[in-house]
């Protein structure tokens, strides 16, 4: 009799109800020949009822489904301290939903103003802790950030940068000159509007006054001579200020305020021009702030060979003309470093690391205060380093394990960085060294060609210790000098034993959608070429979120996706997420083989997936055989993707949401119906969504193109408020598609969003919004850019670098900024905007990326045979071409290894083109004439190469070659004795052009008798 198999999983689930309903049917209707006839239609009917009820069960139960899945963001549950804080050395405690790891926050987390400090996990593995190291200082409005794309443990990840803030208290005994939370030593206002200053009057002052001296720039300049302690400094804004008392016995008295209290606003407006503001108890001063004036307006951007200014009436937004500028340094002594003239945009040479304090600009009465590095300035201050002088270098060894007194071989190559647009290098060595314990010293200078390649080898001690050796290259000489630049790359030394057999995982193909059963395959075989007949492996299967990618930029030699790697699967050690089921014994057939049914109903997750097979089996040897192979399971028949945009937006405001649909094939999706919301989501202490509060929800419909537009305005809620937007449908499936984003919403009025010390193009005034997450070299890319009022803006592409400084008007409403994606944008760009509105300063933008598919070279790798029997040789022909197909000549390095080595370690060698191509932030300065400076302390605070001969090497690497060259038809082939060895060998080859394009590539052949 034949087993009836029964569902699994939820006992109330919709199919399980209607299987336990026919069976005790069935039970209750004996199937006699009487009986039939007159029973089966009635059980016939009764049966479509209960298939039609489950269907519409299971179809309600989609969306109670999606709601009720795992946690799939990490989000920010509590932050503190929020208000005012006493202390100066506050505890910044974050709190999440997900346990997240101290030092994972490290390049997403930001304080601003900086003060150096120690990430440390909290009382929970969802609690993350700041301690600072030294004192905020008193009165500051300090902002922390946390970045998109923080991941917790379980790699979910943050959906939108979410910010706080909190202010320091301020000192008793004075009188702080404040506006919009910001104390200031230095303030320039529009004069139209005149001064927008609070008064914080500490509580032991008493009788204050405040008066009010017209002064000019020769005093100001004195007043902001600062010192160094460390001639050595290199960290900008670094200085403390001479303070020196101003006799304004003769200086004119403008105003004076008497018996002012705390929290008078000082409403300021007189002659264009510097003033002098001082506050006193009786004719004590006890703080004084310096005042501009002004009807035109400076912008200032600053990379490490150039500054661009650009004037524009405050009033009118019409560029300016006729301005005498002067650089000035003003450490020990005002300095002029440079006197130039400013009409309408305009550039200068200005070459890192020049510090440049300040910039003030001259016409007829009007005298133009640009703060840059002078202490405690609020202009953004991101640059660190000369392009020029910065090296990037990949490096990589033939293998990734050895034993001792074996040798080491090595390949590198090196480019002057330019940021990203890089250069062949004018060093003619590097500096490559050992780190690790003092039984590993290995440290020599090796020439680079002018193709910038470099490469050597050296021998690992016979008494070595066991463990983990990373490989350093530097172009810095010196070994006094520490260098933080450079490559690296690591192996293992161990006595390992070579195992007989590999394991390897196939699937039907790449790429699935959810509901769909996933077939792989799991071969074994000896590296002899036998099949590993009849012996049962362990199988895993995991899964981790897929971050989706428009298909016009994807390209599977790097992920855009956020875990990065070119080679896939097959690593050891590697995060693949959380497992689905429990581990399972699987037989090998006589050929050495079994297939395996995976069913994507099985995952629980609403995003889309990277399912990982991992097989694993332990030899005689005690090795760990291991192998794994990717697939990707999209959420849906397509894709939804939010157009990049404003990440803050106001109550009370109408804002735009634009998303665009795709296909798995890249094309867009019209007239196609979704629904969206926008809700609160409230943490509870399981770790689980405790409560989701709908705020607003309604339905939209793409257009022709494939976008879709959401038009909403939110009433003020109590308080800030982080929000999330959620849209989404069926696909033909009735696979659940959508998409999320976490947008922060404030109270209007609190707009001015200040950051210090990273990228601060926070989306405030404008709403920037992009066609497409990612541009693509020569082709036209737009923006939409709505205004609130009619504008001319300052707009620049920065990266480590400004490009194509411009002019651009905007009307009030919505406006459409194209340009054509030039290859200087790649590989990644962010249009920035900078405009003067209602009298303060905005820089505004948004960051995108343009992937270097035009710096991708195509290797091909060919044997003349696949199997050679031991003493033949093998003819290999390597072939390269570009991005469009043509034949290239480029250099090249090949290694052949034995396949073993990589069943014991994975190769430790990072993706090549991802090493040099990646997503890079803004790192420049800028600022403006309506830029202040605060007014505490900021406290931040061997050989030579020589020819080469190819060569032979031991038992675990057959060949290595590091300075092969294709010809100008794309090929080069070598011929290599493949030795008495019976086993499989693996190809890999690195090579790359003079003009820095990329490429990598493997195969594998085997050598055997039978």
């Not at 198999?5 to 109330?12: A, F, L, R």
């Not at 600009?361 to 380093?385: D, R």
């Not at 541009?775 to 480590?800: C, Q, W």
């Amino acid at each position: 009799m034949q087993k009836q198999i029964e569902p699994s999983g939820d006992p109330i689930s919709p199919n399980n109800i209607f299987y336990l309903i026919k069976t005790r049917i069935l039970k209750k209707i004996p199937l006699t020949k009487r009986t039939f006839l007159s029973k089966v239609a009635l059980l016939s009917v009764i049966l479509l009822l209960l298939y039609s009820l489950n269907l519409f069960l299971s179809l309600r139960q989609k969306d109670s489904l999606f709601k009720s899945r795992g946690i799939d963001y990490l989000a920010v549950i509590s932050a503190s301290p929020r208000g005012t804080t006493k202390s100066n050395k506050p505890k910044i405690i974050v709190k999440f939903n997900l346990p997240v790891t101290a030092h994972h926050i490290g390049d997403y987390f930001y304080i601003n103003p900086y003060v150096k400090g120690n990430l440390k996990q909290g009382s929970s593995l969802e609690e993350i802790v700041f301690e600072p190291e030294v004192s905020l200082p008193r009165g500051a409005y300090v902002t922390v950030s946390l970045k998109t794309g923080l991941p917790s443990n379980y790699g979910k990840k943050l959906l939108s940068d979410y910010s706080f803030n909190f202010t320091v208290s301020h000192e008793a005994n004075t009188v702080a000159f404040t506006s919009k939370e910001w104390s200031g030593k230095f303030m320039s206002f529009q004069a139209l509007y005149g001064t927008d200053i609070t008064l914080k009057v500490g509580s032991d002052i008493s009788y204050p006054s405040v008066r009010i001296y017209k002064a000019d720039v020769g005093l100001l300049l004195e007043s902001l001579i600062y010192k160094v302690k460390d001639s050595n400094y290199r960290y900008p804004r670094q200085g403390e200020y001479i303070e020196k008392s101003v006799n304004t016995d003769k200086l004119k008295l403008i105003k004076e305020y008497k018996e002012v209290k705390d929290n008078d606003k000082i409403n300021f407006k007189g002659e264009k021009g510097i003033y002098l503001f001082q506050a006193l108890e009786g004719d004590l001063v006890t703080n004084s702030a310096w005042v501009s004036l002004n009807d035109i307006g400076i912008h200032l951007r600053q990379d490490d060979e150039k500054i661009f200014l650009a004037a524009q009436s405050l009033i009118s937004g019409e560029p300016e003309s006729g301005i005498d500028i002067n650089f000035y340094k003003l450490e020990d002594e005002p300095k002029t470093l440079a006197i130039h003239t400013l009409s309408g945009i305009q550039e200068y040479p200005f070459t890192y690391p020049e510090r440049l304090d300040l910039v003030i600009g001259k016409k007829g009465n009007e005298v133009i205060i640009i703060p840059v590095e002078i202490p405690n300035s609020q202009a953004e201050i991101q640059l660190t380093q000369s392009l020029n002088n910065k090296y990037q270098i990949f490096l990589y060894t033939d293998r990734p394990i050895y034993k001792s007194n074996a040798k080491v071989s090595f390949r590198g190559i090196v480019r002057k960085d330019n940021d990203a647009l890089y250069k062949l290098p004018d060093v003619t060595k590097v500096r490559v060294y050992l780190g690790g314990d003092s039984s590993s010293k290995f440290d020599k200078e090796f020439d680079v060609s002018e193709e910038g390649i470099f490469y050597g080898e050296f021998d690992i001690p016979k008494d070595i210790a066991n463990g983990t050796r990373y490989l350093y290259a530097t172009t810095i000489l010196d070994k006094q000098k520490y260098s933080s630049e450079g490559g690296y790359t690591y192996f293992d030394v161990f006595e390992y034993k070579k195992p007989v057999f590999g394991l390897e995982v196939e699937v039907d193909k790449s790429e699935y959608i959810r509901s769909e059963k996933i077939l792989a395959k799991i071969k074994g075989k000896y590296f002899d070429g036998r099949a590993y007949a009849d012996q049962s492996v362990n199988l895993t299967i995991y899964s981790r979120d897929y971050y989706e990618t428009e298909k016009a930029v994807y390209n599977s030699s790097f992920k855009l996706n956020g875990w990065g790697g070119m080679c896939g699967a097959g690593g050891f050690e590697d995060y693949y997420g959380q497992k689905v089921g429990e581990p399972k014994e699987i037989q090998l057939d006589k050929n050495g083989e079994a297939q395996v049914e995976f069913s994507t109903k099985d995952l629980t997750s609403i995003l889309s997936q990277e399912v990982t097979f991992l097989v694993q089996k332990k030899d005689e040897n005690e090795n760990n055989i291991t192998a794994a192979k990717n697939a990707i399971v999209h959420q849906g028949q397509f894709n939804v993707f939010f157009r990049p945009g404003p990440n803050r937006i106001s109550y009370n405001e109408e804002f735009t949401l634009a998303f665009y649909t795709e296909n798995l094939g890249g094309e867009k999706l019209s007239e196609k119906e979704f629904s969206y919301e926008i809700f609160e989501e409230s943490w509870g202490s399981s770790n689980k969504p405790s409560k989701r509060e709908i705020i607003k929800s309604g339905n939209v419909k793409t257009d022709y193109n494939g976008i879709g537009l959401i038009k909403e305005k939110l009433e003020t809620l109590e308080s800030d408020d982080y929000l999330y937007i959620s849209i989404k449908t069926l696909d033909s499936l009735n696979n659940v598609v959508e998409a999320r984003k976490g947008i922060q919403f404030f109270k209007q009025g609190q707009n001015r969003y200040q950051n210090w010390g990273y990228n601060s193009i926070e989306q405030t005034v404008l709403k920037i919004t992009s066609f497409s997450n990612s541009l693509k070299v020569g082709e036209p890319a737009s923006l939409e850019v709505i205004s609130p009022s009619d504008l001319v803006v300052f707009g620049s592409f920065e990266r480590g670098r400004v490009y194509i400084p411009q002019w651009i008007k905007l009307s009030k409403g919505t406006n459409t900024f194209k340009f054509d994606v030039i290859s200087d944008y790649s590989p990644s760009t962010t249009p920035t905007f900078s405009f003067f509105y209602n009298g303060e300063y905005f820089i505004e933008g948004l960051s995108l990326n343009v992937p270097a598919l035009h710096k991708l070279i195509d290797v091909e790798i060919s044997t003349d045979k696949e199997k050679y029997n031991p003493s033949d040789t093998a003819i290999i022909t390597i072939t390269t071409k570009d991005r469009a197909g043509n034949f290239i000549s480029v250099d090249a390095g090949i290694g052949i290894v034995d396949e073993a080595i990589f069943a014991l370690r994975k190769n430790a060698a990072a993706p090549l083109h991802s090493s040099f191509y990646y997503f890079r932030r803004r790192s420049i300065n800028s600022s403006s004439s309506l830029t202040w400076i605060a007014t505490y302390n900021w406290d931040g605070g061997g050989g030579g190469g020589g020819g080469f001969e190819a060569f032979l090497k031991d038992s675990d690497t057959l060949y290595w070659n590091p300075a092969l060259k294709t010809g100008t038809d794309g090929q080069v082939k070598v011929e290599v004795p493949v030795g008495e060895t019976e086993t499989t060998w693996r190809v890999l080859v690195y090579a790359s052009s003079d003009d820095t394009k990329v490429g990598q590539s493997s195969k594998d052949f085997l050598v055997s008798g039978q």
